[in-house]
Antibody, heavy 121, light 114 residues
Framework: QVQLVQSGAEVKKPGASVKISCTAS????????IHWVRQAPGQGLEWMGI????????NFAQKFQGRVTMTRDTSTDTVYMDLNTLTSEDTALYFC??????????????WGQGTLVTVSS | DIVMTQSPDSLAVSLGERATINCKSS????????????LAWYQQKSGQPPKLLFY???TRESGVPDRFSGSGSGTDFTLTINSLQAEDVAVYYC??????????FGGGTKVEIK
């Protein structure tokens, strides 16, 4: 069965960076795009960007451009999301999600369990 | 960016009654090339990741009970829950995928039991 397992919770100081991993299993890793979505405490869902695990190509929401990097390691079926220059507003639960359809950017059909990032001095 | 606006922000419905959630996009998400609406609906229960309910506005994801239905076209969409059950308490989100590689979510609608 399809599974996405994310790395554990992080606590960071303002100005620092955080790198979250998302390891996939149960399907052909390079066939499906991976989305990153975050959710601040008590708030809604915010799409951050997408990575094509086959090519490594990425697209980011304008809000995060210049501050986010998404990479993948096809030897371990893992994607990474790196967010720098953290502020308290980046405190959130971060999700990775596999797309519904191969080679497409449609919707998140399978989701990781979420990684809580807390930014605090 | 396409802005997605949901209404209401929250609603309380009696068990067995109908819940209706609206979603409006700032631009049409109907692709005329294939006559498909590039819209999805999710359910998020407390402490869980979102669960995909519908895509192409009205195509039900496998395993979603048929008391849930998605409808609408262009800029106006509706998620309907017929005969609300206790397990349907959740926050529901719409999301457009019309803009390639640039998804946006609505603000969410919280459904509770009256």
């Amino acid at each position: 069965q399809v599974q996405l397992v994310q790395s554990g919770a992080e606590v960071k100081k303002p100005g620092a960076s955080v790198k979250i991993s998302c390891t996939a299993s149960g399907y052909t890793f390079i066939a499906y795009y991976i989305h990153w979505v975050r959710q601040a405490p008590g708030q809604g869902l915010e799409w951050m960007g997408i990575i094509n695990p086959s090519s490594g190509g990425t697209n980011f929401a304008q809000k995060f451009q210049g501050r986010v990097t998404m990479t993948r390691d096809t030897s371990t079926d893992t994607v990474y999301m790196d967010l720098n220059t953290l502020t308290s507003e980046d405190t959130a639960l971060y999700f990775c999600a596999r797309d519904l359809s191969p080679g497409s950017s449609l919707a998140g059909a399978y989701w990781g369990q979420g990684t809580l990032v807390t930014v605090s001095s | 960016d396409i802005v997605m606006t949901q209404s209401p922000d929250s609603l309380a419905v009696s068990l067995g009654e109908r819940a209706t959630i609206n979603c409006k996009s700032s631009l049409s998400v109907l692709h005329t090339s294939n006559n498909k609406n590039y819209l999805a609906w999710y359910q998020q229960k407390s402490g869980q990741p979102p669960k995909l309910l519908f895509y192409w506005a009205s195509t039900r994801e496998s395993g979603v009970p048929d008391r849930f239905s998605g409808s609408g076209s262009g800029t106006d969409f509706t998620l309907t829950i017929n005969s609300l059950q206790a397990e349907d308490v959740a926050v529901y989100y719409c999301q457009q995928y019309y803009t390639p590689h640039s998804l946006t979510f609505g603000g969410g609608t919280k459904v509770e039991i009256k």
